[in-house]
Nanobody
Framework: VQLVESGGGLVQPGGSLRLSCAASGFTFSSIGMSWVRQAPGKGLEWVSGIGTDGSYTNYADSVKGRFTISRDNAKNTLYLQMNSLKPEDTAVYYC??????????????WGQGTQVTVSS
């Protein structure tokens, strides 16, 4: 199993970024997926999850209305569109699996993470 995130970077407050997570080594379309983040000096925080076909999604209150999770099962890729970014969104973002349908930071599989920094 391999999960590889990309798309992080430095963005000004109010800006947008789109994270990607390329998956391999398992049947991607059969597994719910999550995004989890870790801010400097803090613990892991569940951000969002998506069901196998993309019809069910859920978000942490801290990102609801600003972030959108999606997936392309034909490309074995998970996405996180992040809009209206705030300095408190600064963190390393991880994709993780399998998602059981509820907020959690306990997963069997993790990517290496991608840094998102929101600063002027």
């Amino acid at each position: 199993v391999q999960l590889v995130e990309s798309g992080g970077g430095l963005v000004q407050p109010g800006g947008s970024l789109r994270l990607s997570c390329a998956a391999s080594g398992f049947t991607f379309s059969s597994i719910g997926m999550s995004w989890v983040r870790q801010a400097p000096g803090k613990g892991l925080e569940w951000v969002s999850g998506i069901g196998t076909d993309g019809s069910y999604t859920n978000y942490a209150d801290s990102v609801k209305g600003r972030f959108t999770i999606s997936r392309d099962n034909a490309k074995n890729t998970l996405y996180l569109q992040m809009n209206s970014l705030k300095p408190e969104d600064t963190a390393v973002y991880y994709c993780a699996a399998p998602w059981g349908g509820w907020p959690s930071v306990e997963y069997n599989y993790w990517g290496q993470g991608t840094q998102v920094t929101v600063s002027s």
